[in-house]
């Protein structure tokens, strides 16, 4: 379930969000993080960076999937969020870049990109902890005014 903790800037929000991946960490070290692009969630990657160098904590095993992926872009690209991801979250991290996946926006997967992105977020036990960005329309993470926010991975039209 849940659990809506209203704060007073995103500074105060990311180290909230820090602090609660940290004890994830410690408690279940191979921990399921789901991360979003964006300008919303670099104070708490910042925060997180902070506490996983001053507090020595071991993330080799933390697996991360992010939420989306630009569909037709190479993700070696600077502007594919697989780049994204790899500059804001696993370098400041210093997480396994191999356990951190992004959806494959080949053109030639797409017909079963979002499932098979699904299927190895379920093979991995699901996603532990979750970050969401807030976009300048109201969309959260991804999800466009008048998306289902139960679906699963899939291709949307921006």
Request: net charge negative; with cysteine; proline share 4%.
């Amino acid at each position: 379930m849940a659990e809506i903790i209203i704060v007073d800037n995103e500074d105060e929000a990311g180290e909230l969000y820090a602090r609660c991946v940290i004890d994830l960490v410690r408690n279940r070290p191979d921990a399921v993080l789901g991360l979003a692009t964006g300008s919303s969630p670099l104070a708490a990657y910042r925060h997180l960076a902070r506490h996983v160098r001053d507090e020595h904590i071991d993330v080799s095993r933390v697996r991360g999937f992010a939420l989306d992926e630009y569909a037709g872009l190479d993700p070696a690209t600077s502007q594919s969020y697989r780049s994204t991801i790899t500059r804001t979250v696993v370098q400041p991290l210093g997480l396994d870049p191999h356990l951190v996946h992004t959806p494959d926006g080949g053109t030639d997967t797409l017909a079963t990109a979002g499932r098979d992105y699904d299927r190895a977020i379920a093979d991995a036990g699901g996603v532990d902890i979750q970050i969401r960005g807030i976009g300048t329309d109201g969309h959260i993470g991804f999800n466009e005014p008048g998306s289902s926010l139960t679906s699963g991975t899939r291709i949307k039209t921006l």
